[in-house]
């Protein structure tokens, strides 16, 4: 019977995911609107936080030093970047991965994992990409923005679609809920929400069916960083990455499929010339 009360003010975890959204969101929201300082500094908190997640789960001993280095490394980069030195700062991303691939290699006290070395590429590029996304002069918000809204109508349509349709799985060993009726489901989704949103958004005129295709690549793109990352939290037999947010695991949870998008969508804004 003493267990009671404890079980009626324990909240459930749709609870938990609810209230968690409703603190970061507005956060996540003002930052991307103010930009700069304010939208740099959540991302790279967000940075520091996946750092520790990458390390927590990737490293079998040492964790902690190579969290710190992996950190303190990935600072270096951004004020490489903040400097106006992006292409050292991309180089700087690769010489940690080569050195971090080094230690796992001759360090002594068990053989770790040889794959570790792939987190200051797969935490920091991306970080970079959505940084000088935001700084594009005249189109930062409004394209940062849409990379956003695409990945969340990837997610949105993927799940509608895989709960109503069903069908094939994609690749059950890895991600057993997700597939094919929910990928096409998630393209379609992403293509129509792109198409939209460049037309009211971004000011240069561009052919909806390069924004519709660009829409569906990027879902597809989102759903492989949401295998990327659930195949690594197979391999180390963890559910979540953290349990820092409530309800929702950890950041790299969240943002697995952005990860994996901001560096297409830079690099053709870069390629465009927006």
Same mark, same amino acid.
């Given at each position: 019977?003493s267990?009671?009360?404890?079980q009626?003010?324990?909240?459930?975890?749709?609870q938990?995911?609810i209230?968690?959204a409703?603190v970061?969101?507005?956060?996540a929201?003002a930052?991307?609107f103010?930009?700069?300082?304010y939208?740099?500094?959540? /991302?790279?908190?967000?940075?520091?936080?996946?750092?520790?997640e990458?390390?927590?789960a990737s490293f079998?001993n040492?964790?902690a030093?190579?969290?710190i280095?992996?950190?303190i490394?990935? /600072?270096?980069t951004?004020? %490489?970047?903040?400097?106006?030195?992006?292409?050292?700062?991309y180089?700087s991303?690769l010489?940690c991965?080569?050195?971090i691939?080094? %230690?796992?290699l001759?360090r002594k006290?068990?053989?770790?994992?040889?794959g570790?070395?792939l987190?200051p590429?797969y935490?920091g590029i991306p970080?970079l990409c959505?940084i000088? /996304?935001r700084?594009v002069?005249?189109?930062?918000?409004a /394209?940062t #923005?849409i990379?956003f809204?695409v990945?969340?109508?990837?997610?949105t349509?993927?799940?509608?679609a895989?709960?109503s349709?069903?069908?094939?799985?994609i690749?059950v060993s890895?991600?057993?809920?997700k597939?094919?009726a929910g990928l096409?489901?998630?393209m379609i989704?992403?293509?129509?929400?792109?198409s939209v949103?460049?037309?009211?958004f971004?000011?240069q005129?561009?052919?909806?069916w390069?924004? #519709?295709?660009?829409g569906?690549l990027f879902a597809?793109?989102a759903q492989?960083g949401?295998?990327?990352e659930?195949?690594?939290?197979?391999?180390?037999d963890?559910?979540d990455?953290?349990n820092?947010i409530?309800?929702?695991?950890?950041v790299?949870?969240? $943002?697995?499929?952005v990860?994996?998008?901001?560096?297409?969508l830079?690099?053709?804004?870069?390629?465009a010339g $927006?």
């Amino acid at each position: 019977m003493s267990d009671g009360p404890a079980q009626k003010n324990k909240l459930s975890s749709l609870q938990l995911r609810i209230l968690s959204a409703a603190v970061l969101a507005p956060v996540a929201v003002a930052a991307v609107f103010l930009g700069d300082f304010y939208f740099s500094g959540f /991302l790279i908190v967000a940075a520091m936080v996946m750092c520790f997640e990458w390390s927590r789960a990737s490293f079998r001993n040492n964790k902690a030093s190579y969290c710190i280095l992996i950190a303190i490394w990935l /600072l270096v980069t951004f004020y %490489l970047n903040f400097e106006g030195q992006e292409s050292s700062a991309y180089v700087s991303l690769l010489i940690c991965a080569i050195c971090i691939f080094i %230690l796992t290699l001759i360090r002594k006290g068990g053989a770790e994992w040889k794959g570790a070395g792939l987190g200051p590429l797969y935490i920091g590029i991306p970080i970079l990409c959505l940084i000088n /996304l935001r700084a594009v002069d005249g189109e930062g918000l409004a /394209l940062t #923005a849409i990379l956003f809204f695409v990945v969340w109508a990837t997610d949105t349509g993927a799940y509608f679609a895989g709960r109503s349709i069903g069908g094939p799985k994609i690749a059950v060993s890895i991600s057993p809920n997700k597939t094919w009726a929910g990928l096409v489901g998630g393209m379609i989704s992403a293509a129509v929400v792109s198409s939209v949103s460049v037309t009211y958004f971004i000011e240069q005129e561009i052919p909806v069916w390069q924004t #519709a295709g660009a829409g569906a690549l990027f879902a597809v793109l989102a759903q492989i960083g949401d295998f990327a990352e659930s195949a690594w939290k197979r391999y180390f037999d963890i559910k979540d990455a953290s349990n820092i947010i409530p309800g929702h695991g950890g950041v790299l949870d969240r $943002l697995d499929g952005v990860l994996f998008v901001a560096p297409a969508l830079y690099l053709i804004v870069s390629i465009a010339g $927006l």
